[in-house]
């Protein structure tokens, strides 16, 4: 079992920028693919970006050339970077891994992830 911290969420003006983290333990090994959630209220979680252990990487088309998806292997952290960020940006984000080795677009679903984070806020006013 992977056990997954986000950190890194806050309030931030519209334009602004933030950089989530996300730091993995315990069977890091089944982390092949990592990817990024979020979940407003009322709505449904969504796929933001996923990255596979190699630094491929896919992307949601809302976030597309203002969301960048990294991850350090050595560190088991993962990140995303957010700039230009929208009110409609608002939303708890979410750290999921996976062992199997299909890491993609496809992906982009929330369903099948083995492993989740608690989720840090962010808000953009």
């Known amino acids: 079992h992977v056990q997954l911290v986000e950190s890194g969420g806050g309030s931030v003006q519209a334009g602004g920028s933030l950089r989530l983290s996300c730091t993995a333990s315990?069977?890091?090994?089944?982390?092949?693919?990592m990817g990024w959630f979020r979940q407003a209220p009322g709505k449904e979680r969504e796929g933001v970006a996923v990255?596979?252990?190699?630094?491929?990487?896919s992307y949601a088309d809302s976030v597309k050339g203002r969301f960048t998806i990294s991850r350090d292997n050595d560190k088991n952290t993962l990140y995303v970077e957010m700039h230009s960020l929208k009110l409609e940006d608002t939303a708890m984000y979410y750290c999921?891994?996976?062992?199997?080795?299909?890491?993609?677009?496809?992906?982009?679903?929330?369903?099948?992830?083995?492993?989740w984070g608690q989720g840090t806020q962010v808000t953009v006013s």
């Open positions: 990255i596979d252990y190699y630094g491929s990487t």
């Open positions: 315990g069977d890091t090994e089944n982390t092949y693919c």
């Open positions: 999921a891994a996976d062992g199997r080795p299909s890491c993609g677009q496809l992906r982009l679903g929330p369903a099948g992830w083995a492993s």
